[in-house]
């Protein structure tokens, strides 16, 4: 059984940094696409970056460019988030996920594996 399981949210002033963590197990990690997205209440899920299973390639919303970074520890199974500059705006639940498909514009339906989720909340 697949499990996907975010860690690292919290509550963090705008302007602030945050990293997200993302472990999987039951999947062959290196074999996966990896992604952020993130849903604020009343809004659709949005990717924020992805990653592909080598590393070697990734795809940032034009927003969080310069900003945010993902990577990937494939040694531990592991994905990151640095989030830095956080915007009060940017206040949503974030999501880790994995799927078998890359494109040079991932959208959330290429991702199959997801997790339950960490709230992360900038405040103003």
């Known amino acids: 059984q697949v499990q996907v399981v975010e860690s690292g949210g919290g509550l963090v002033q705008a302007g602030g940094s945050l990293r997200l963590s993302c472990t999987t197990s039951?999947?062959?990690?290196?074999?996966?696409?990896m992604g952020w997205f993130r849903q604020a209440p009343g809004k659709e899920r949005e990717v924020v970056a992805c990653?592909?299973?080598?590393?070697?390639?990734?795809y940032y919303e034009d927003s969080v460019k310069g900003r945010i970074t993902i990577s990937r520890d494939n040694a531990k199974d592991t994905l990151y988030l640095q989030m830095n500059s956080l915007k009060h705006d940017e206040t949503a639940m974030y999501y880790c996920?994995?799927?078998?498909?890359?494109?040079?514009?991932?959208?959330?339906?290429?991702?199959?594996?997801w997790g339950q989720g960490a709230q992360v909340t900038g405040s103003s």
């Open positions: 996920a994995a799927g078998r498909l890359w494109s040079t514009k991932p959208h959330v339906t290429q991702f199959n594996y």
């Open positions: 039951g999947l062959v990690f290196d074999d996966y696409a």
């Open positions: 990653i592909k299973w080598s590393g070697d390639s990734t």
